[in-house]
C-alpha cells in the first residue's frame, strides 16, 4: 500500500519496525555530523562509562611476530639448557604435550651470545641487540601463559582471547570503548609485512559479534598503504559527494528491512570514512615528507630491514595521528614457526625487524610520542627447549616471552619466570586474558567495564578471566 510514492506500514509490527529504523537513521545522521569519533555516540556507546578513565597509554602499536619467536633464544637465558644440551629432558620436567613434536627428543642450546644492557642489567641475546638498547624501557614478561598449542588457536586466542574464532579482537575492543581521535582515518589499523595469509585471516582483526564498524582496516604493506584512495580520473569532489549520498540513500532504503545486517551500517561508514581520508590519509601515509636520517633509523635503506622499517614508520605517523591502535604483522603466513633451522628462520627474521622496532622506540621518545603510546612486541606462543627434526624447536604456550614500552610502563624490569629449561611460566604467571586486561589497565580502562551485550551476556575482552597486572606501571 502507498500514497504519493511513500510506503505506508500495513501492520502495527511493521510500524513499530519501520519507526525503530527511522531512529537509526537520526542516529546515523548525528554520527555524520559529529567531528570527533572518541566522543560519546551511537558508536562508542561505553565511552561515556570511561570518561573519567586514568591512563598513560592513549595509543597501542602491537608488533606481533606471527609463528612463535624463541623466547631461549631471544630475551630468556637459561644456562642450564647448554649445560644438559643433547640429553633427555630431566624426569623432574613433566613432558609437554605437543603440537608436533619428537617424544623424549634431547635438548637444544641457544647458540646465542648474551649481554646485559642498561642501567637495569637486562639480559638480551644479540639477535635483538639495537632494541636491547631500550633496555630501561623495556618491561619484559617472561611468564606468559596461552591455551593456544597450534598456530590456528594460538594466534586466535592472543588477538581475541579465546582459542575458537568468533570473538572480537583486542583492537575492536579497544576501538569500541576509545574510538578514534581522528574521524577522517579508521580507528584501528593492520599492516602485514608481506602478501602472506595471517592464520585464520582477517577475523584476527575482526569485531566478531560486535558491529561490523570496529573491525581492522588493513593497509597494504607496499608503496600504497590505501588503495584507490584518489577519486578517479576526471570525477570531481562535489561529483563523488554526491555519488556516496546517493549509495548512502541506497544503502538506508536497503537497510531499513534489514536493521540485524550490521555489515551494511559498517559498509554506510566504510564509505564515509573513505571520502574523509580522501583529505587527511594521503599526508598521513606520505613518507616522503620523513627525512633520509629518520627513515635510516627505521631501516628502510637497507633490503632486509625495509620492510617492516617502512611498516612501522607508517605505524608512529598513524598513531601521530589519532589512529587508536595499529598491528604490524612480521612473518605473515606462520614464518616464525622454526620446526626445524631455527638459526637460519630466526636470524632473518630477527634482522628483518629488531633496527625497525628499535627505530620506532627511538622516533616516539625523541617526538615525545613513547609516554602515550603502548608498544608490544611478541607472538601467539614460544618454543620449547627440546630439539625437532635436529635444529628446530616446536611450540610451546606453557611458557613464553612478550615485552612492552611506553604508555605508563615502568622499563627495566622482568616480570615474571619460566622454569630453569624455559618450558613451562612458574612465577608470575600471566595468561593471554591477563595480558589484554593489562593492555586495558594502561589505556585507563577498566576491563570489567568495558562490557559489550551478547545474547543476553554481558561479554569482555577477558571472558572474565583476567585480571590487571598492576606492577607493570611501578
Known sequence: MSCNNIDLP????????????????????????????????????????????????????FCFMEGGPSHLDTFDRKPLL????????????KEPVLAMGESGAPLLE?????????????????????????????????????????HAGGVCQMNTGSIFGGRPSLGAWVNYGLGSENQNLPGFVVIKDSEGTVVNGVRNWGSGFMPAVYQGVEFSSDGVPIKYLDNPKGMANDRQRDKLDLLATFNRDYGATRTDNTELDARIRAYELAYKMQAEAPQAVDLSKETD?????????????????????????LVENGVRFVQLYSGAGSKWDSHAKLEENHSKLCRSVDKPIAGLLADLKARGLLNETLVIWGGEFGRTPMSEQGGGRDHNPGGFTMWMAGGGVKGGQTIGATDDLGLYAVEDKLHVHDLHATIMHLLGVDHTKLVYPNKGRPERIDQNEGHAYAKITG
Request: proline share 4%; with cysteine.
Open 293 to 317: 636520517a629518520t627513515k635510516a633509523l627505521y631501516g628502510m635503506d637497507a633490503p632486509e630491514t625495509a620492510v617492516y622499517g617502512r611498516n612501522c614508520l607508517l605505524a608512529r605517523r
Open 110 to 150: 641457544s647458540k646465542r651470545a648474551w649481554k646485559q644492557y642498561g642501567q637495569s642489567g637486562l639480559l638480551v641475546s644479540d639477535w635483538f641487540e639495537n632494541v636491547a638498547q631500550h633496555a630501561d624501557d623495556l618491561a619484559v614478561i617472561r611468564s606468559c601463559v596461552s591455551d593456544g598449542i597450534n
Open 82 to 93: 647448554n649445560e644438559l644440551a643433547g640429553q633427555k629432558l630431566p624426569p623432574s620436567f
Open 10 to 61: 500495513t501492520s502495527r509490527r511493521a510500524f513499530l519496525r519501520r519507526a525503530g529504523c527511522g531512529f537509526g537513521a537520526v542516529a546515523l545522521s548525528a554520527l555524520m555530523g559529529e567531528r570527533v569519533l572518541a566522543a560519546p555516540s551511537a558508536h562508542n556507546p561505553a565511552l561515556a562509562q570511561l570518561a573519567n578513565r586514568k591512563g598513560r597509554a592513549k595509543n597501542v602499536i
